[in-house]
């Protein structure tokens, strides 16, 4: 039994079953009047998925990264994750559900100067409990995924930026979360690399990776199998649902 | 859907939690350094001024301790007409008989000087006197000689004498090997020379050192036939039990002067060495509050690096979060960051102030002493600063929302 398999919390599972299911979700910041983020959404993502949700900026597709990564709660709603209904957990408890369940990717790669990468895949792992060594051992593997196994004592200083988000892409796969969540993942890359990191996110989707990209570049949107388009705090449009 | 129990908490392994709070404060070297410097300077004092007081106190106690606390000096004070008043001859004898004194040395003056030759001009006697003294000098004051021997009742009759350290050094003779010294007209030979009771090279004075290092010794019988002196002493050096030194103390000048007793000096040559150390101990005290305000200093320093770097890592506190962080594990990062930063200084603080006490100390001649409760009392205040200090950042870092530390700064 390798190292990732002790890890892998029992996914993937079968094709199709859903791993994210939000049902009328509404997110409402205080304030007067109170402003309505997300005005009743309705979205289920399944296992084994490559989804993009785009719109253009207050659209409502920020806030809806937040709720799907359990980063913030709904005001209204539920919100499922691989089955488990996580809108009403506790601070603590989805903490845990993020480092158990969900990969984040960022735009600013938001990775740790100090660090190698190796390390810095290592840190997909750090809140699990997991001892250094098969942190490390994971994170090999999985910048070997990413195509950087020759990369792996870089820090990020020396590494281009396609290559810092292989970095912080391993980093979201390392812990095999049943969701990765990509916030505009090309965003700060020049469009041969941003190609590159595209075809990253195709191939690792079809190894099995339930992978969501939310991003205002509808290029990188109509290159994915499903599209969810927001539009003032609701989805316009479906791909999946009207093709 | 068959997923696994949903987990109940994520986990920071301890081992893990210093390696992040190391990993931050390794990625911004210099201003770890500089954050820390403030710790090891206020710490440093600290244990530097506990470590030269203590240095300094054991070598004063070491003196005390050569001395003897039970030695007491009895000197002719002065006579009602101001002129110096001598001792009666058979004051000796009558101290001799107080029980609990164990020994009794008698030095009185001789109006002589003392020079290396004839050549030389008997004005200029560098500050060195002539002085009487008996066999038992040395056991009541516990004196040394550094080579040859010291008068004795036999050479005591005969134009011999015996040198003073720095006598012996401002005569240029450094050995007994036959020379003579001129005192008054009258050749006299060294027969010996007296270890300095002033012997550390510290700045310890005491009236009984100078006095002793800066004679020439000639027995009383030699001292009467050549130079027609009395042989009354004008000091008594008593060397008495430990436990009744204060009854000694009080009998002394009716015993050594029934006549006269009021004006009879008696005084305990430790005395003004315990003087000296209360003396010193009282700039300790202020060296000690300086180095308080420094840690205060460094303290503050501390917090405010933390308050800035929870603000700069914002991003970083998000990514933990995301990555599965509670607040508790935030918290624990920042607090455990300020710990470090502190000890950091803290030993740092320790080795400065240690090692400028081995510097100064040794220098001075001194038994390098540092205290045990210094380097701990440097360590303790180390950790309670950092997590004083670094418990506000934390807790700002913890209060952080995800959501808000993720926004691109």
């Given at each position: 039994m390798s190292v990732l398999d002790e890890l892998t919390p029992a996914l993937p599972g079968e094709p199709n079953t859903p791993v994210l299911e939000l049902h009328g979700v509404v997110k409402e910041y205080p304030g007067t009047p109170p402003v309505r983020a997300l005005k009743g959404v309705d979205l289920t993502v399944a296992q084994g998925e490559l989804t993009a949700v785009v719109g253009p900026s207050g659209s409502g597709k920020s806030t809806m990264l937040h709720v799907m990564g359990t980063l913030d709660r709904p005001t209204e709603g539920s919100v499922h994750i691989a089955g488990h209904e996580v809108s009403s957990l506790s601070d603590r408890r989805l903490s845990a559900v993020r480092g158990e369940l969900v990969g984040f990717v960022f735009q600013q790669f938001f990775l740790l100067e100090g660090e190698t990468a190796l390390d810095n895949v290592?840190?997909?792992?750090?809140?699990?409990?997991?001892?250094?060594?098969?942190?490390?051992?994971?994170?090999?593997?999985?910048?070997?995924?990413?195509?950087?196994?020759?990369?792996?004592?870089?820090?990020?200083?020396?590494?281009?930026?396609?290559?810092?988000?292989?970095?912080?892409?391993?980093?979201?796969?390392v812990g095999r979360p049943a969701l990765v969540l990509a916030d505009e993942p090309t965003g700060n890359l020049d469009s041969k690399t941003s190609e590159s990191i595209e075809a990253l996110l195709h191939e690792l989707n079809s190894e099995g990776a339930t992978i969501i990209v939310v991003t205002h570049d509808n290029d990188l949107a109509e290159s994915l199998p499903r599209q969810v388009r927001f539009r003032d705090g609701l989805i316009e449009f479906d791909s999946q649902v009207s093709p | 859907m068959t997923s696994p129990a949903l987990p109940r908490s994520s986990s920071f392994r301890l081992a893990d939690v210093f390696a992040s709070a190391t990993s931050g404060l390794t990625t911004r070297k210099l201003r770890t350094a500089l954050s820390a410097l403030g710790i090891t300077i206020g710490i440093g004092a600290m244990v530097a001024v506990l470590g030269l007081s203590q240095s300094g106190s054991a070598a004063l106690e070491d003196r005390i301790a050569a001395l003897g606390t039970n030695l007491l000096q009895v000197s002719a004070g002065q006579g009602f007409g101001g002129g110096d008043a001598a001792l009666p001859e058979e004051s000796v004898a009558m101290?001799?008989?107080?029980?609990?004194?164990?020994?009794?040395?008698?030095?009185?003056?001789?109006?002589?000087?003392?020079?290396?030759?004839?050549?030389?001009?008997?004005?200029?006697?560098?500050?060195?006197?002539?002085?009487?003294?008996?066999?038992?000098?040395?056991?009541?004051?516990?004196?040394?000689?550094?080579?040859?021997?010291?008068?004795?009742?036999?050479?005591?009759?005969?134009?011999?004498?015996?040198?003073?350290?720095?006598?012996?050094?401002?005569?240029?003779?450094?050995?007994?090997?036959?020379?003579?010294?001129l005192i008054g007209d009258e050749w006299f030979t060294v027969v010996g020379i007296l270890a300095s009771f002033d012997d550390q090279s510290d700045d310890v004075e005491t009236p009984l050192f100078n006095d002793l290092d800066r004679a020439a010794f000639i027995g009383v019988d030699i001292a009467e036939l050549l130079f027609e002196t009395t042989?009354?002493?004008?000091?008594?050096?008593?060397?008495?039990?430990?436990?009744?030194?204060?009854?000694?103390?009080?009998?002394?000048?009716?015993?050594?002067?029934?006549?006269?007793?009021?004006?009879?000096?008696?005084?305990?040559?430790?005395?003004?060495?315990?003087?000296?150390?209360?003396?010193e101990s009282t700039f300790d005290n202020l060296f000690l509050g300086l180095g308080a305000v420094a840690l205060l200093v460094g303290g503050i320093g501390i917090a405010n690096v933390m308050v800035i770097a929870v603000i700069e890592r914002r991003n970083e506190i998000g990514l933990r979060r995301a990555l599965g962080a509670t607040r508790a594990?935030?918290?624990?990062?920042?607090?455990?960051?300020?710990?470090?930063?502190?000890?950091?200084?803290?030993?740092?603080?320790?080795l400065l102030g240690a090692g400028v006490t081995?510097?100064?100390?040794?220098?001075?001649?001194?038994?390098?002493?540092?205290?045990?409760?210094?380097?701990?009392?440097?360590?303790?205040?180390?950790?309670?600063?950092?997590?004083?200090?670094?418990?506000?950042?934390?807790?700002?870092?913890?209060?952080?929302?995800?959501?808000?530390?993720?926004?691109?700064?």
């Open positions: 290592a840190t997909g792992l750090l809140y699990s409990g997991v001892s250094m060594r098969k942190r490390r051992v994971a994170a090999a593997e999985t910048l070997a995924r990413v195509g950087l196994a020759h990369r792996m004592t870089h820090r990020p200083n020396e590494l281009s930026g396609g290559e810092r988000q292989r970095v912080a892409i391993a980093r979201a796969l | 101290i001799s008989r107080i029980g609990p004194v164990i020994s009794v040395a008698a030095v009185g003056s001789v109006e002589q000087s003392v020079l290396l030759n004839d050549v030389v001009n008997p004005a200029q006697t560098g500050g060195l006197t002539v002085k009487t003294a008996g066999p038992n000098l040395l056991d009541a004051v516990n004196g040394t000689l550094s080579d040859g021997r010291f008068i004795d009742q036999t050479t005591g009759a005969t134009p011999t004498t015996v040198l003073g350290s720095v006598a012996a050094q401002r005569l240029g003779i450094s050995n007994v090997d036959g020379t003579q010294v042989r009354s002493p004008d000091t008594i050096y008593v060397r008495t039990t430990e436990s009744a030194i204060d009854d000694v103390l009080s009998v002394l000048p009716a015993t050594a002067d029934p006549e006269s007793p009021e004006e009879v000096e008696v005084t305990r040559p430790t005395d003004a060495l315990e003087a000296q150390e209360a003396a594990h935030i918290r624990r990062q920042f607090l455990v960051e300020a710990l470090l930063l502190s000890v950091l200084g803290g030993v740092a603080g320790v081995a510097f100064w100390a040794s220098n001075q001649g001194w038994r390098v002493v540092i205290p045990p409760e210094a380097i701990v009392g440097g360590l303790v205040a180390a950790v309670v600063i950092g997590a004083l200090a670094g418990l506000y950042p934390a807790m700002r870092a913890a209060r952080l929302a995800p959501t808000e530390a993720l926004r691109a700064s």
